[in-house]
Structures are given as structure tokens and as C-alpha cells.
């Protein structure tokens, strides 16, 4: 039996916070406790000042944030090659940097080096859940899902689906691409903590015979997500209106072809208009709010106010490489802004609920991750209050503040930490409360062909069959 005991201040959400009000409703604020952990999950707390027994093994991080591994719903793996490339808008940048990058994903050694560093690099910046775009090919999947169990981390992730719009080394077929995504499901959805999503890159790039193929999978295989992109960029919008004149709106596209649920997970949701976010909150999918890649692509200021008065759920996402950084605080700070922007003000507690048991609720795996309640699996990311001469002298006046007046001024200290903070503040990170992470080094990746190798089989007698499997992770 496994015992640790993390000693720190820990933050968490027990609700959803109001929205723009700074107040600490559904915050859970524990300074100087104990974060028990056995094997694996969340035990409970203790205040500092009663250590648990001589059985657990302390780790102290005192003076650190505690808080739940940040979960990113919408990320590229192979575009950390072309983040930051200039370009003058969304279907520019596809065309001339990511379609060249991801046709090397066709290569298992490429897919699989990609895959390791894509995921370290999500430890190092204090994530340890995400919703995965890989390639076109298969192998892409393999590697990507193969380097999440080497990690133990939480993935959702599924092969692209292209069959025009797209280089000829970028496209599949109906058929090919349906056999594909049933081997992937078979091997792959509920292993480990891996789960499948059926990605559609976006209208543009699907016709309406895959698109009709991706619905009957989604509805063929229970606990399947559905991944892809939706009113980004004006010109996308115009584009997705000549190919489907028959439809109301972009989103509608997607629901005419049975690919609106509780587990699916739409990119941007910038031009959207009313009835479109009505269709969102009666079918129960969610936005995936990505603001450093909209403002870096020019794409829009996406409404999350509008959101909220319809009742439809936002997580937050990078979007690397249209994305300029894996830092979920990066992400944080500019989302502020573009809210802003707006004429609104987004709080660090609506901001840092979205990006934790907001975007777990969201992704329907509440009872999982995205908290520290007892039972839920231990990702944890221990994070240095300040880094830098200007965010140590920030802290130390707002750390005044809260200890003179904690209710109402710990708001004031964690939206700084979250303003300031990037992945130099990272300390430390633990998946299903095995290190995995600490500042300067990876610790404790298994290697990826080996967990390509000794993958339960299906077909394998001894093996619980895939619905079965997949049961116990839907």
C-alpha cells in the first residue's frame, strides 16, 4: 500500500464559483494541510499542525499551491513544431506550417518521439489531463495513447479524420478511416486511462459521408467523445456554408449528423449566434475556449457571457501551436482579456474552475480528476507562489493582504499568482500520485514501445472483452 502525505496550501473547487464574483463560493481553500494520498487517490487532509503517522511518507512543500493537475480540452500534439509561425489567418497557417508538420506524423518513430515530448512538456507546464489532436494516421493515436499510459495520465485523443480539404498524405477515406478508428477503439479506449474520440478536423476537411460515419461510431461504441473545431474564423464559417447550404448554421452541420452530446467537445465557438448556443446547452456539449490561439490567429473574442446566459458549458484550452504556450496561466491571464474585451470581468475562480473540476464536470469525468474530493485520482502539480523579482514583490504584498483580510483578499493573491505564474513556477507534478515531474527533470516515464508491446489484446481470451473494459473508464 502506497501512502503520501504532500504538505502545502492546498486550492480546489467543491462547486461552481459565481460568475464574475470574486467571493469564495465553491472555493476550497486549506492553507498549511496535508494532502493525503494512497495508492493513488485522494485519502483526505489534515491541518499541518497534525502530520499523519509515522506510515506515510512527508513530503513538504510549504509556503507551494497544491492544486489539482490543470486539464487542457483542446491541443495539437504534433504543432508544438510550428507554434509561434506567423501567418495572416487560420486557413493560411493550416496550409503553409501544419499540414507539412503533421504529414510527418506518418512515421511511427516520428509519432512516437513527438508523442513523448508533446506529453512531458504538459507535465512540465502542470498539466496532467487533455482532450488530443494527433494526425490523420493511425500511428499517430498509437504513439500518443501508448506515451499516456507510459505516464499514467488522463487522455482523450482519436485519429483525425480528413478525407478532403487536405494534402493527399493528410487524407483518408470512409472506409479506411472507419476500420482505423474501430482497431484504435478496440485497442485503446479504457486502457489505462486512455478514452476515444472520434476527430472530425472540421466541416471543411470531412465530407458528409464521413461525418455520417463518425455519428454512427459515436453512437455505436458507448462512452466515445467527439472532437473537433467550430466557428473560428469568419472566413472557415463562409467556407462551411458553400459546402453545406443545406444547413442552418456551422454547429448545425454537426448536429445533422449526430455529433452534438454530453461528450463532445467543439474548439472556439467564437461566431456563434443565439440559437446556436441553445443547441449547445440542449444537447450538452461544451465549448473549448482557446483565447491565445484566437488572438494570435485574429479569429475573434469568443462570448463566454453569452455562454453563461444560455446555460451551455466552457472549459479551457491552449490550442498549441495556433496556441502560443502549453501554460494553462498564460492561457488564464489572456482569457481575462479577452474578456475584458468584452465589457466583462472573468474572476480567477471561474477562470481556474474552467481549467480543473469545471473541465472535468464538462468532460463528464467529475468523480475522476479536476478535485481533490476524497476518492478522486491524484493529479496534483505543486506551484511556487512567485517566480521573478516582480511577481516575489506582487506576492508579498497581496500574501499582507490576505493574512489581514483572507476572505476578502485571497481573490486579489491567486488572480496575480494566475496573472504572473507560468510553468517556471512549477515544482512538482504527480499523476495517480506517482512523481512524474519535478523542476528540471521528467521522473519515471516508461518507455513507449514497451507500452505499445504489452497492451491487453481484445482478441485475447484471458483479456475482459472491449465493452467491458471500456465500461469501467466511460
Not at 495508492?39 to 507551494?64: F, M, N, T, V, Y
Request: proline share 5%; charged share 20%.
Amino acid at each position: 500500500m502506497s501512502k503520501l502525505a504532500l504538505h502545502g496550501d492546498l486550492l480546489d473547487f467543491e462547486s461552481t464559483p459565481g460568475w464574475g464574483d470574486p467571493a469564495l463560493h465553491g472555493v476550497r481553500w486549506r492553507p498549511d494541510h496535508w494532502l493525503l494520498i494512497e495508492d493513488g487517490r485522494i485519502a483526505g487532509a489534515l491541518p499541518g499542525r497534525e502530520p499523519p503517522g509515522e506510515d506515510w511518507r512527508r513530503e513538504e512543500h510549504s509556503g507551494r499551491l497544491l492544486m489539482p493537475g490543470f486539464i487542457d480540452t483542446h491541443v495539437h500534439c504534433p504543432q508544438l513544431d510550428v507554434i509561434a509561425s506567423w501567418s495572416p489567418g487560420l486557413l493560411h497557417w493550416l496550409d503553409t506550417y501544419t499540414f507539412p508538420a503533421e504529414q510527418r506524423f506518418a512515421d511511427p518513430e516520428v509519432a512516437a518521439a513527438g508523442a513523448a515530448m508533446f506529453l512531458d512538456a504538459l507535465l512540465a507546464h502542470g498539466t496532467t489531463s487533455a482532450v488530443v489532436f494527433p494526425t490523420v494516421h493511425a500511428a499517430s493515436a498509437e504513439a500518443l495513447f501508448a506515451a499516456a499510459c507510459a505516464r499514467g495520465m488522463r487522455l482523450v485523443a482519436g485519429k483525425v479524420l480528413m478525407d478532403r480539404g487536405a494534402p493527399p498524405a493528410l487524407t483518408d477515406d470512409v472506409a479506411g478511416a472507419e476500420r482505423d478508428c474501430e482497431a484504435l477503439i478496440a485497442r485503446w479506449h479504457g486502457q489505462g486511462r486512455n478514452a476515444y474520440a472520434l476527430t472530425v478536423r472540421f466541416a471543411i476537411t470531412s465530407t458528409p459521408g464521413q461525418l455520417a460515419m463518425a455519428g454512427r461510431l459515436l453512437a455505436r461504441h458507448e462512452g466515445l467523445y467527439l472532437q473537433t473545431h467550430v466557428a473560428e474564423n469568419r472566413d472557415e464559417v463562409a467556407e462551411v456554408a458553400r459546402l453545406f447550404p443545406e444547413a442552418r448554421s456551422y454547429l448545425d452541420v454537426y448536429h445533422r449528423h449526430g455529433l452534438l452530446g454530453p461528450r463532445s467537445v467543439l474548439a472556439h465557438g467564437i461566431w456563434l449566434d443565439d440559437e446556436d448556443r441553445r443547441l449547445l446547452a440542449d444537447t450538452g456539449a461544451q465549448i473549448a475556449f482557446c483565447p491565445t490561439s484566437n488572438l494570435f490567429l485574429g479569429s475573434g473574442l469568443f462570448d463566454w457571457q453569452a455562454a453563461v446566459d444560455h446555460g451551455h458549458k466552457v472549459s479551457i484550452a491552449t490550442d498549441v501551436g495556433g496556441g502560443t504556450s502549453l501554460s494553462m496561466q498564460r492561457t488564464l491571464a489572456e482569457a481575462y482579456k479577452v474578456q475584458a474585451m468584452r465589457g466583462t470581468r472573468l474572476t480567477a475562480w471561474c477562470a481556474l474552475h474552467a481549467a480543473t473540476r469545471g473541465a472535468a464536470e464538462a468532460l463528464g469525468l467529475g468523480a475522476e480528476i479536476g478535485h481533490f474530493d476524497v476518492g478522486a485520482t491524484a493529479d496534483v502539480v505543486a506551484w511556487d507562489w512567485a517566480h521573478g523579482a516582480a511577481a516575489l514583490h506582487r506576492d508579498a504584498v497581496a500574501r499582507g493582504a490576505v493574512a489581514t483580510l483572507p476572505a476578502q483578499d485571497l481573490h486579489a493573491r491567486v488572480f496575480a499568482w494566475m496573472t504572473l505564474a507560468d510553468e517556471r513556477n512549477v515544482a512538482a507534478a504527480w499523476v495517480a500520485g506517482v512523481p512524474r515531474f519535478e523542476r528540471g527533470r521528467m521522473l519515471q516515464n516508461v518507455d513507449i514501445g514497451t507500452a505499445l508491446a504489452t497492451r491487453p489484446d481484445p482478441r485475447d481470451p484471458q483479456h475482459a472483452d472491449g465493452a467491458d473494459v471500456r465500461s469501467r473508464h466511460s
